[in-house]
């Protein structure tokens, strides 16, 4: 099995290469951050959430699931991304998270055309992800942000 | 005394012995210029390791103003330093005595 850490470091390469991505980072890719559950050294995930600067994006490994695909075990990897939008008064044209979302999913990643539902990450250990799904979440504060999931089968036993 | 009154007095007295300084930062009704305002740190949603409104600055501050008597009052959009530490206003929150809680979330 692949270490998940390995992936999270991995989704959070491409993402920083999406170049509509980071200017809705303020143009800082440093921004879109991996989160490692080292106790000791990074916050709870949930406090994480919770101090997430906007503009933000965390990338956190949520779990790992056995499946089966054509008569084979396999495992699903599934991380997690959560984004909080910056602030868009004033911007021109204002992007809500509809937006991000899709330019998270649909934005060039690497320099090409590819977007990150198209590629393998980490060939060739992981295939392409199955489709990404994400759910509007609200904080204690009422403030939106979003939680995105990419579950990546991994190519046989790493 | 009648209860308005009341409350202007003790809103003076939370901000007289609570208040911090902050300043709102070329709000959108007048862009271009600062303007000092003093609030009322509370409990934020959920705790971090460092002081609200000091100047290491949390994620999240929840800061009550005597939001009636504001001039400009900030809106959801603008921006306000507690600290040398920049925020945006998010939800803010007025109660029926003119106080407001403004809900701000860490931009830098």
Known sequence: ?158 | MPWTDSVERAHAQFLATWGIPAILLSPASQPGHTFSITGVIKNPGMEEELLPGSAAGVSAVRLWVDYKNITPQPLMGDQISIDGVNYDVGKVEVDIEGGAVLKLRRNG
Request: charged share 15%; net charge negative.
């Open chain 1, 1 to 158: 099995m692949l270490n998940p850490a390995v992936i999270v470091d991995a989704v959070v390469a491409a993402l920083q290469t999406i170049a509509d991505l980071a200017t809705a980072m303020n143009g800082d890719i440093e921004r879109i951050a991996a989160f490692h559950d080292q106790y000791g050294l990074n916050v709870p995930l949930a406090l994480a959430i919770h101090e997430l600067k906007a503009p933000g994006v965390l990338v956190a490994w949520e779990g790992t699931q056995a499946a089966t695909f054509n008569g084979a075990d396999i495992l699903r990897h599934q991380i997690g991304i959560y984004v909080r939008l910056a602030n868009q008064a004033g911007r021109v044209p204002p992007a809500g998270y509809d937006s991000i979302w899709w330019t998270i999913t649909n934005g060039g990643v690497n320099g090409g055309a590819q977007n990150i539902r198209q590629i393998q990450i980490i060939p060739p250990t992981l295939e392409i992800m199955d489709t990404p799904s994400v759910q509007r979440h609200t904080d204690a504060d009422g403030l939106d942000f979003l939680i995105g999931s990419f579950v990546i089968p991994e190519i046989g036993d790493n």
